[in-house]
C-alpha cells in the first residue's frame, strides 16, 4: 500500500495522469464535434484551434522555457522577479498579438471572411486576455513540479468544455460561433480560479526587473523560435493542405490522424514535463552526469513505452478511427480519394522516432544550449515544408505528408544527437540501456524485490 501511494505522488505519475485526463477529454469532444458538425464547419475548428496554438507557442514561449529553467536554482528574492518578469512579457506579448489581429481583420475583412479563419480573427483577441493568467499559472506551477495543481486547472478547463461539448450533442444545435464563446466563459473561470488561489504571479509584475526582464528575453529569442518551430512542426501540414486546392475538407480528413497522434504525445509530454525542470536543476549545479544519466533513463523509458504504444495504434487503427470519427472516415473519401486508415498507420510509425528526438531539444535547453536547439528545429521545419509542398502540390497526396514527418523526425534526432553530443559525450546504447533500468526499477519497487533480476541482465548486456 505504500508503494502504491508513493507512486501516485511520484511527479512523472501525475504529469501523466494529468495529460491522459485532458488528452481524452479532447479527444472524446473531437470525436462529438467530428459527428455533430459539418465537414467544412468542422474544418474551420480545426484551423481556429490550430491558429491559436500557434500563437500560444510565441505569446508563452518568449518566457516559459526560461522561467522554468532559472526558477529551478533561484533564491526567494530573484524568484519573485523573475514570475513578474514572466507575468510582464506575456502581458506584454498578449497586448501584440491582440493588436495585429485586430488590425489585419480591419484591413482585409474580406480576405479573412473567405479564408476558413474569420473564427479566428474574431475570437481570439479576446481569449488571447481570458486565458492569459491560467497560462501563465502553468507554468510556474511546473517549475515548482506542482503537478497535482497543474490538473485541477487543466481538469476545469478541459472538463467544463467537454460538457459543453456533450450536452450540445445530446440535446442542443450550437453554432460554431457559439461554442467558441462558450470556450471564452470557460477560460475566464479557469482564469479567475488561478488568480483567486494565487498561482499566476500575476500581481507580482511590480516586482519585475530590468535584468531579470533581459534574462527572460534573452532566453525566450532562442526558445520562443523553438515552440514555434515546433508547433509548425505539427500544424505547418494543417495550414499548408488549407491554402492548397484541397480545400477544408482536406483539412478535416487530416485533423482525425492528427487528433490520434495525441495518444502517442500523452506520455512524452507527461514526462518531458518533469525531466526539463530536473535536468534544468542539475545544469545549473555543474552535475554533468546527472544531466546524462536523466536523459538517458528518459529517453529509453520512452522509446520502449512508444514500442508498445506504435504498435498498437498500427494494428488497430480501424477501430482508433471508427472511435473518434465515426463509420463515415473508415472507407477512402470518394471526392478526395484520401483514406485516414492508412495516414493513422503511418503516423504510429512517426511515433516511434518522437521520445529521442524531443529528449535532445529538452537536453539542449537544459544545459544553456537554445539556440543550437532553435537551430535544429529550423532545419526540421524547412524539411517538413519542402516534404509537404512536394506531397501537395506535385503528388497531391496526403500520406506522402504524412511520411515527411518521418523523414524531418530522423533528421532532428541525427541534427540532435550530433549537436548534444559535442557539449556532452553520449551513447546511443546507453539509451536502451538505461530504458531497461528504468522498468526493471519499477517492477522491483511493485514486487520489493531487491534488483537480482536487473543486475543479472546489466551483467549479461555489459559482457
Do not use: C
Not at 476558413?116 to 506551477?141: D, E, H, K, R, S
Not at 497535482?148 to 444545435?173: E, H, R, T
Amino acid at each position: 500500500m505504500k508503494t502504491l501511494k508513493k507512486i501516485v505522488r511520484e511527479d512523472n505519475f501525475l504529469s501523466l495522469t494529468g495529460n491522459l485526463v485532458i488528452a481524452i477529454l479532447g479527444i472524446a469532444g473531437f470525436a462529438l464535434l467530428a459527428r455533430t458538425l459539418s465537414l467544412e464547419v468542422f474544418g474551420e475548428w480545426v484551423l481556429f484551434v490550430a491558429a491559436g496554438s500557434l500563437v500560444e507557442m510565441f505569446r508563452f514561449g518568449i518566457t516559459n522555457t526560461g522561467l522554468i529553467r532559472y526558477l529551478s536554482g533561484a533564491d526567494e528574492k530573484a524568484r519573485l522577479k523573475l514570475i513578474g518578469s514572466n507575468a510582464l512579457i506575456s502581458l506584454g506579448a498578449t497586448v501584440l498579438v491582440a493588436l495585429l489581429l485586430i488590425t489585419s481583420k480591419t484591413l482585409f475583412p474580406e480576405a479573412i471572411l473567405n479564408s476558413g479563419y474569420n473564427i479566428f480573427f474574431t475570437w481570439y483577441p479576446l481569449l488571447a486576455f481570458l486565458n492569459l493568467p491560467w497560462n501563465i499559472a502553468l507554468v510556474v506551477l511546473q517549475a515548482d513540479r506542482k503537478y497535482a495543481q497543474i490538473l485541477a486547472l487543466k481538469a476545469v478547463n478541459s472538463g467544463l468544455f467537454f460538457l459543453v461539448i456533450l450536452i450540445n450533442f445530446i440535446m442542443l444545435d450550437l453554432t460554431l460561433t457559439q461554442l467558441v464563446i462558450a470556450l471564452l466563459v470557460i477560460n475566464a473561470i479557469t482564469s479567475l480560479m488561478s488568480l483567486i488561489l494565487g498561482w499566476d504571479g500575476v500581481l507580482l509584475i511590480n516586482k519585475a526587473s530590468r535584468d531579470t526582464n533581459k534574462t527572460l528575453l534573452h532566453f525566450g529569442k532562442y526558445t520562443t523560435f523553438t515552440l514555434i518551430g515546433t508547433n509548425l512542426l505539427r500544424s505547418v501540414d494543417t495550414l499548408i493542405i488549407s491554402l492548397s486546392p484541397l480545400g477544408s475538407a482536406a483539412v478535416a480528413l487530416y485533423s482525425i490522424p492528427l487528433k490520434l497522434t495525441e495518444l502517442q504525445q500523452i506520455p512524452l509530454r507527461s514526462f518531458a514535463a518533469t525531466a526539463f525542470p530536473k535536468m534544468s536543476k542539475a545544469s545549473v549545479l555543474n552535475k554533468v552526469d546527472e544531466v546524462k544519466e536523466l536523459f538517458y533513463s528518459y529517453s529509453g523509458a520512452l522509446t520502449y513505452l512508444f514500442m508498445g504504444i506504435s504498435l498498437f495504434t498500427f494494428v488497430f487503427a480501424d477501430f482508433f478511427v471508427l472511435l473518434i470519427s465515426g463509420n463515415q472516415y473508415l472507407e477512402t473519401d470518394p471526392e478526395t480519394g484520401f483514406n485516414v486508415v492508412n495516414i493513422v498507420r503511418v503516423f504510429s510509425l512517426y511515433g516511434l522516432l518522437l521520445p529521442i528526438d524531443r529528449m535532445t531539444g529538452i537536453g539542449l535547453d537544459s544545459i544553456n544550449k537554445p539556440q543550437i536547439n532553435a537551430l535544429k528545429v529550423f532545419v526540421m521545419l524547412v524539411a517538413n515544408i519542402i516534404g509537404d509542398l512536394i506531397a501537395i502540390f506535385i503528388f497531391k497526396s496526403l500520406i506522402l505528408v504524412a511520411i515527411a514527418s518521418i523523414f524531418f523526425t530522423l533528421l532532428g534526432i541525427w541534427l540532435g544527437m550530433y549537436f548534444f553530443n559535442k557539449e556532452i559525450s553520449l551513447s546511443y546504447r546507453e539509451v536502451f540501456r538505461s530504458g531497461l533500468k528504468f522498468y526493471f526499477g519499477l517492477f522491483n519497487k511493485a514486487t520489493h524485490n531487491r534488483y537480482e533480476t536487473f543486475v543479472n541482465i546489466e551483467n549479461s548486456m555489459k559482457s
